[in-house]
């Protein structure tokens, strides 16, 4: 094989010198085109073995959940217990990291979990949940596992989940209430924000393409388009608003925590639905944003916090969360600026070794220091690697790898951290360690055809779901 690639390249290069120059290729043109083809194979080599890498750090945070935390929500990795969110277990983490399983081609394992789920997971619970989580965790986890198994029993799941969820969004305005109750469908909770009312539509979108319900897409849909209906003359969203009124109650934007989502799902929509609506919301949104919120900073670009109303600068700040949004440019053909904000989110990973969950860029203090395993900055990653193919994200994913596993893994899983600067672990592992980071760090690695972001979509879980003809 090595001999057919070298002759390949080799052969290539030659025809264009010669086409170009109109003269034979010389020994040290042949010497340099080999020499390009060896170095081709070794960093094949060294990725592939990264990809392994990977899935055994995945198998050793896997096999301390099963071991002291199996049908649990959540293992405690410091002190080897167990964490249910509501007092009584929705299998959190299985549901999450089914199909993470299922893309690291761990079949035994992924058999195992779904055997849980199918026969352990009831929604039939007297628990107060909080929607947008359950929505883009169980919900989205559900979906995406049900299309890559074909077990009907993981979408009669999904389809009993959402029956019972759908009240969230009998308020007033059609923005969903924080919390509903599984039984009763009683909802509550009226401070809410964009991204948990804006982070709905692919995963009730698929549902109801699935179960051919059109309620669970036509809910959603409204919620999202009720959210952007509130936005700002100069096109910006704020950071929390009343559900029953739909009045802004915190009038500050960014693109980090209680927006964040809502900017990806506008894109994402279109892309998996074809919802065009959702691509003239995508394409106001994300040219306000871009209009408002960079700032450059000693020839580095970052995105901070403005007054929706205004666009007036309120802080410089940007941390874990928003370090998707580099992927998301990408992802929506935006590279340079991609690239730009990509190179700033890794320059704040590297202050300390690790993110902070919130970095001021100016005065270059972290003022939230905690990290709780985000994958957000892996995802951009993986993306700008997908879309430009320079080996140069993933030299960068070693890099986040190795801190990552450095400060954050213990005897049974990967620990939080209280403190980047400390690296002091807290006892805390939640599910999206396995649904998203480990995730994306082996898409990073893995050969292309594992997942192509152009043929699913991926939900902020990095649940991939695939189109659905209506």
């Known amino acids: 094989m090595k001999t057919m690639l070298r002759t390949f390249f080799a052969g290539l290069a030659f025809s264009l010198l010669a086409a170009c120059a109109s003269r034979p290729p010389s020994t040290d043109e042949a010497a340099t085109a080999d020499a390009a083809v060896a170095a081709a194979l070794a960093r094949q080599g060294a990725d592939a073995q990264m990809a392994e890498r990977v899935k055994t750090e995945f198998l050793h945070a896997w096999t301390g959940y099963k071991q002291y935390a199996w049908g649990h929500d959540a293992l405690l990795p410091i002190s080897k217990g167990a964490h249910d969110w509501y007092g009584e277990s929705l299998l959190m983490t299985p549901v999450d990291a089914l199909d993470t399983l299922l893309v690291m081609g761990l079949d035994k394992e992924a058999d195992e979990a779904r055997e849980l789920i199918a026969t352990r997971l009831s929604f039939n619970r007297d628990l107060d949940v909080k929607h947008f989580e359950i929505v883009i965790r169980l919900l989205g986890g559900l979906l995406s596992s049900y299309q890559m198994t074909g077990d009907a029993r993981l979408l ?143 020839g580095m670009l970052w995105y901070g916090h403005v007054d929706m109303a205004t666009g007036a600068r309120v802080s410089s ?3 874990a969360l928003d370090a998707f949004m580099p992927g998301l440019l990408a992802y929506s053909g935006d590279l340079d600026r991609a690239k730009r904000l990509q190179a700033s989110s890794f320059a704040m990973w590297q202050v300390h070794g690790i993110e902070p969950e919130i970095y001021d860029y100016r005065r270059r203090v972290v003022t939230e220091p905690a990290y709780p395993l985000r994958p957000e900055i892996v995802e951009s990653t993986w993306y700008l690697y997908r879309t430009t193919a320079d080996p140069a994200y993933r030299d960068m994913g070693r890099t986040l790898f190795d801190d990552f596993v450095k400060y954050t893994r213990t005897d049974a899983g990967f620990a939080s951290l209280k403190s980047v600067v400390t690296k002091q672990k807290a006892d805390d592992m939640e599910s999206f360690v396995l649904a998203e980071t480990f995730k994306y760090f082996y898409l990073l690695y893995a050969a292309p055809e594992t997942l192509d972001p152009a043929q699913v979509v991926l939900n902020t879980e990095a649940h991939p779901l695939q189109p659905v003809t209506p």
């Open 156 to 298: 009669a799941l999904a389809d009993d989940l959402g029956t019972r969820l759908l009240p969230a969004f009998d308020s007033p305005t059609g923005l969903p209430y924080v919390y509903v109750n599984l039984r009763t469908g009683k909802a509550h909770g009226n401070e809410s924000n964009p991204a948990e009312a804006g982070t709905l539509l692919l995963e009730y979108g698929t549902l109801s393409r699935l179960t051919g319900k059109p309620v669970y897409y036509e809910k959603a849909k409204r919620a999202l388009v009720e959210t952007y209906k509130r936005r700002s003359p100069i096109g910006l969203v704020g950071e929390r608003f009343d559900v029953a009124s739909g009045k802004w109650t915190r009038t500050e934007t960014h693109i980090g925590a209680r927006i964040d989502s809502y900017y990806e799902y506008l894109w994402k929509c279109w892309k998996l639905f074809g919802d065009r609506d959702c691509l003239a919301m995508w394409n106001d949104s994300i040219a306000a944003a871009n209009r408002h919120l960079p700032e450059e900073v000693d």
């Open 317 to 319: 700040e940007y941390g």
